[in-house]
């Protein structure tokens, strides 16, 4: 069909997340996924505002919205569709949301641990089907007629371990500065894109606080949480983070850094920490590595950044 007038892509976009939301309250889809968008579509053509308006539609039809920067490759769908794009994910419960999220974690796994094959491979790419609603039928041919795949498991899990890794958000305690930003400067010489707590001058602003300020923690700490300014950081650094593939922990860290590392695993994404640990702790088994120091976390960043 010819249109007559040409069509705003932006609200095109925002018209098929809505009628996505309507389906799955209706209970028809247990998640949905918008149309699939690049970095730089999300930069000039969506909009700085689109996930926003994603997740205000959601919350009309009582459901949520997740940004899934990082794809989920399966067997299901010709991998151009979804390599190097992101997604809006649209679910009514959370649990359908933690279901696809624990997919994403046992996919990279099995990459990881070489069993990305055979039967392995397949459960992945059915459990990504059902999570969507389609019937059995419906995933034995999609999967029957998909001729164009990722690579078999060798040639993934070396790609995995010799590619850049994504964005990284590094989180640590504010008094432990200077520390923090050297890191930082570590993910800058390899040209590693990375969000830092420390270095987001416009969230600071729009809080009306002075990111320079070098008693810039305890001022934030006396302020009361219900302050404008406190909601503000909270709201700009969680949507740093989930707009990253990676968490780094800087060690010894606070306990709000260590939430942020609970809500990054929770997210599905790579999980990391430096430094020394006083204490041994099950729940650190979050962390894909904890790096003894900086010169040992470098070596694994040149290691991942290496072209293929």
Same mark, same amino acid.
């Given at each position: ?20 939301c309507e389906v799955v309250r209706a209970g028809v889809k247990r998640i949905a996924l918008s149309h699939p968008f690049t970095q730089d579509e999300l930069d000039t053509v969506l909009g700085a505002d689109f996930i ?118 590094? *989180? ?5 500065? #200077?520390?923090? +930003? ?6 800058? @010489? =390899? %040209?590693? $894109? ?11 602003? *729009? ?5 320079? #300020?070098?008693? +810039? ?6 302020? @009361? =949480? %219900?302050? $404008? ?21 800087? +060690? ?16 599905g994404k790579r999980c990391y920490a430096v430094g020394p640990y006083d204490t041994t702790d099950t729940l650190y088994h979050i962390f894909e590595k904890i790096f003894r120091d900086e010169n040992e976390l ?11």
């Open positions: 069909m010819e249109l007559n007038r040409p069509v705003d892509a932006r609200a095109y976009a925002l018209g098929v997340c809505d009628a996505f926003r308006d994603c997740t205000a539609i959601a919350a009309q039809y009582g459901c949520g919205a997740h940004h899934q920067t990082e794809p989920l490759l399966t067997d299901l769908f010709p991998i151009s569709l979804n390599a190097g794009r992101q997604n809006v994910i649209f679910y009514r419960d959370p649990a359908d949301l933690e279901a696809f999220l624990g997919i994403c974690r046992d996919k990279r796994a099995l990459v990881a641990s070489g069993a990305y094959t055979g039967d392995a491979r397949r459960e992945i790419a059915v459990r990504f089907g059902r999570l969507l609603s389609y019937s059995e039928e419906a995933i034995d041919r999609l999967i029957a007629q998909n001729t164009e795949r990722e690579p078999d498991n060798s040639t993934v899990a070396s790609a995995a371990e010799s590619t850049l890794p994504g964005r990284f958000f590094i *989180a640590g305690r504010a008094r432990n500065r #200077d520390h923090i +930003l050297h890191i930082c400067r570590l993910f800058d @010489d =390899l %040209h590693i $894109p990375r969000y830092c707590f420390l270095e987001n001058d416009a969230s600071y602003q *729009a809080a009306g606080l002075d990111g320079a #300020d070098p008693k +810039l923690a305890e001022t934030v700490e006396a302020l @009361d =949480l %219900h302050h $404008p300014s406190v909601r503000a950081l909270f709201e700009h650094d969680l949507r740093a983070e989930r707009d990253a593939e990676n968490f780094l922990l800087v +060690l010894p860290a606070g306990k709000s850094a260590h939430i942020e590392a609970g809500i990054a695993y929770g997210l470098k070596a694994f960043l040149a290691d991942v950044s290496r072209p293929c």
